[in-house]
């Protein structure tokens, strides 16, 4: 069965940093892009990040770049964000999904039904 289990959310800081995990099970990633999207309260889902399939090339959303750092193992069935200097305005819920290639995620074109997201706070 066909999965997306995303974990790492927490309360933190402002200025604080948090690492957020993916994993698929019952679908090997490595010929897809993988990405990361929130949702915050009221609000619509939103791209954030994606890294692509096979030169890991990435691409951000304008609010977390230089904070934010996407990657992937490959071996683990595994997708990470590294979220640094978080600010109040990236509190949401976090999901992950795939993509046939980078351009894809930031169309929201995903391929797999959302896991139940990890809930990131920072606090002010």
């Known amino acids: 069965q066909e999965r997306l289990v995303e974990s790492g959310g927490g309360l933190v800081q402002a200025g604080g940093s948090l690492r957020l995990s993916c994993k698929m099970t019952g679908r090997d990633i490595t010929t897809y892009s993988m990405g990361w999207f929130r949702q915050a309260p009221g609000k619509e889902r939103e791209f954030v990040a994606a890294?692509?399939?096979?030169?890991?090339?990435?691409d951000y959303v304008d609010s977390v770049k230089g904070r934010f750092t996407i990657a992937r193992d490959n071996a683990k069935n595994m997708a990470y964000l590294q979220m640094n200097n978080l600010k109040p305005e990236d509190t949401a819920v976090y999901y992950c999904?795939?993509?046939?290639?980078?351009?894809?995620?930031?169309?929201?074109?995903?391929?797999?039904?959302w896991g139940r997201g990890t809930l990131v706070t920072v606090s002010s």
């Open positions: 890294i692509n399939r096979w030169d890991y090339r990435t």
């Open positions: 999904n795939l993509g046939n290639d980078i351009s894809s995620l930031p169309q929201y074109k995903t391929l797999e039904a």
